[in-house]
């Protein structure tokens, strides 16, 4: 039984890295919707693969230092983590330039579907019926306030569907690796960074070219867009990291759930400093019934039996003589 101290500890450190993740995510919202719409810096990809070698530099500086203690990750878990985190990147941007704005909400609305089959197949958990329905609230307030004009092509379609099948998995692969190897955030990081950044850096400007017909190269750096480039380089650290940690510390379904109260922050903010255009009762009706759904699911998640990890193991010969069972069942709380 874990005591209460341990348990206040553990909470404390659960909203202090989900406030870290909102900080950093937000934030970089923010810097990007400035450096892209402002001045005009719209190579997403590339941008992406900077973001990553600036966390690269950072963990390679802090493992010098001796921050970052020496870890193996077989090179093959790292290919299929960056292959899936690239997919999910370059899908995300290809399925936003060929779908309409309420489709690609729809697209993303559906990865908590998809990360609860990875989660029920892969590691057979097992959810509540509470914890569904506290889901399907949330998809549904969620959906009320973003999702507008929905068009649907096939070309748009497939593009949706690798983004989010491949953010799911990519997302799944982040708690998978950290748990079969023991990983820190910043080991993981310090593993997959480099190779992330290395390839968007490579295909980015491509990719880029093909989605805007704009050349980083011949791209007028100013003063002041490069200030915004290297700010959002900066705050895309702590985004990396904060990404990592959540993940670790919950799953990808509850990060994607949480990751909504964002969105809902996000509309709030962009209410507050940028005017009420698009504030209407449809939104509002939508973040109440996104909220209640978030508070449910955490109330739901939390309680026995919500969210379980089942898993199956045999004793040894001489605790089945001892116990004089042949095997156990053990429900393990995630």
């Known amino acids: 039984m874990s005591s209460p101290g341990k348990i206040h500890h553990k909470a404390t450190l659960d909203v202090a890295s989900w406030m870290f993740n909102v900080v950093t995510s937000v934030g970089i919202i923010i810097i990007n919707k400035a450096l892209m719409a402002t001045y005009g810096f719209s190579f997403a990809t590339t941008l992406t693969g900077l973001h ?9 500086i802090l493992k010098q230092l001796g921050y970052i203690q020496d870890s193996h990750l077989p090179f093959l878990d790292i290919l299929k983590f960056v292959i899936f985190a690239n997919f999910s990147i370059v899908g995300m941007n290809v399925s936003l330039m060929w779908n309409s704005v ?17 989660e029920v197949v892969l590691d057979k958990v097992q959810y509540s019926r509470d914890t569904k329905l506290s889901i399907l609230l949330v998809l549904l307030g969620v959906g009320v306030c973003t999702v507008t004009d929905v068009s649907v092509n096939m070309k748009g379609f497939v593009a949706a569907v690798v983004a989010v099948w491949s953010t799911a ?14 990983l820190g955030s910043f080991n993981l990081l310090g593993h997959t960074a480099p190779v992330q950044a290395a390839s968007l850096l490579l295909v980015g400007p491509f990719s880029d070219y093909w989605l805007t ?24 650290v702590g985004t990396n ?3 990592f940690i959540c993940i670790g510390r919950f799953t990808a379904v509850t990060f994607q759930v949480l990751g909504h109260m964002k969105t809902i922050l996000v509309l709030t903010l962009g209410f507050i400093f940028f005017g ?25 998640s939390s309680k026995p039996g919500g969210k379980e990890r ?25």
């Open 169 to 182: 998995l990519q997302q799944y692969y982040v708690h998978h690796l950290q748990r079969k190897y023991s």
């Open 102 to 118: 309420g489709f690609y909400q729809i697209a993303k609305l559906s990865m908590i579907p998809v990360s609860c089959f990875l």
């Open 213 to 236: 017909g704009k050349r980083v190269d011949a791209y007028g750096y100013t003063f002041m867009s490069l200030t915004f480039l290297i700010l959002s380089c900066t705050i895309a």
């Open 310 to 334: 089942r898993s199956f193991s045999s004793t040894s010969s001489k605790a089945l003589k001892h116990t004089g069972s042949e095997s156990s069942d053990l429900d393990e709380k995630i």
């Open 276 to 300: 009420k255009e698009g504030l209407n009762l449809q939104v509002i009706i939508g973040m109440a019934i996104a909220i209640l759904g978030m508070i449910w699911y955490g109330n739901a």
């Open 241 to 243: 990291l904060s990404q």
């Open 52 to 60: 990553f070698a600036t966390t690269s530099l950072l963990t390679f």
